[in-house]
């Protein structure tokens, strides 16, 4: 299955990397839940990997909606972007709160396109309906170099 065929459905991740662990081999802190799908492969041969936004303490697993999906240009391990039913974000606010390891790597976000144009109505106060604001608060910009 395409992981492109993810996005409006319900999934249920395995969180192998909670929010405020440190990567086993790399020198930064997750500051979001980050996992996987179970009993699924990815282009890279393991499990299709999901970043969990809106949810602003560790947890084990969840179940949400897949409303976007980030596509590596040079590599064939593509990402879920996976938000409790209803939460709205923008292109923008996904790759703010995924840069943390997404810098270093060129992409492009797919989003459902409901979710876009509902996300980009809400542009006000840059926070989202449905979005806890401690999960923008622990967000660090992207990288422009």
Same mark, same amino acid.
């Given at each position: 299955?395409?992981?492109?065929?993810?996005?409006?459905?319900?999934?249920?991740?395995?969180?192998?990397?909670?929010?405020?662990?440190?990567?086993?081999?790399?020198?930064?802190?997750?500051?979001?839940?980050?996992?996987?799908?179970?009993?699924?492969?990815?282009?890279?041969?393991?499990?299709?990997?999901?970043?969990? +936004?809106? @949810?602003?303490?560790?947890?084990?697993? *969840?179940?949400? $909606?897949? &409303?976007? /999906?980030?596509?590596?240009?040079? #590599?064939?391990?593509?990402? +879920?972007? @996976?938000?409790?039913?209803?939460?709205? *974000?923008?292109? $923008?606010? &996904?790759? /703010?709160?995924?840069?943390?390891? #997404?810098?270093?790597?060129?992409?492009?976000?797919?989003?459902?396109?409901?979710?876009?144009?509902?996300?980009?109505?809400? /542009?006000?106060?840059?926070?989202?309906?449905?979005?806890?604001?401690?999960?923008?608060?622990?967000?660090?910009?992207?990288?422009?170099?």
């Amino acid at each position: 299955m395409s992981s492109l065929a993810y996005i409006g459905q319900q999934v249920f991740v395995r969180i192998d990397r909670p929010l405020g662990c440190k990567h086993p081999r790399y020198e930064f802190v997750y500051p979001v839940n980050y996992g996987y799908i179970p009993g699924t492969i990815s282009g890279d041969g393991e499990a299709l990997d999901a970043y969990v +936004l809106g @949810v602003s303490e560790p947890i084990e697993e *969840f179940e949400g $909606e897949c &409303i976007a /999906v980030i596509l590596r240009k040079n #590599e064939e391990d593509d990402k +879920l972007i @996976v938000v409790p039913v209803g939460a709205l *974000f923008r292109e $923008e606010d &996904i790759r /703010v709160q995924v840069s943390f390891q #997404e810098q270093y790597f060129e992409s492009r976000i797919a989003l459902q396109h409901d979710q876009a144009k509902a996300a980009e109505s809400n /542009v006000g106060d840059g926070l989202v309906p449905g979005v806890l604001p401690e999960c923008l608060i622990r967000s660090v910009p992207a990288s422009r170099g």
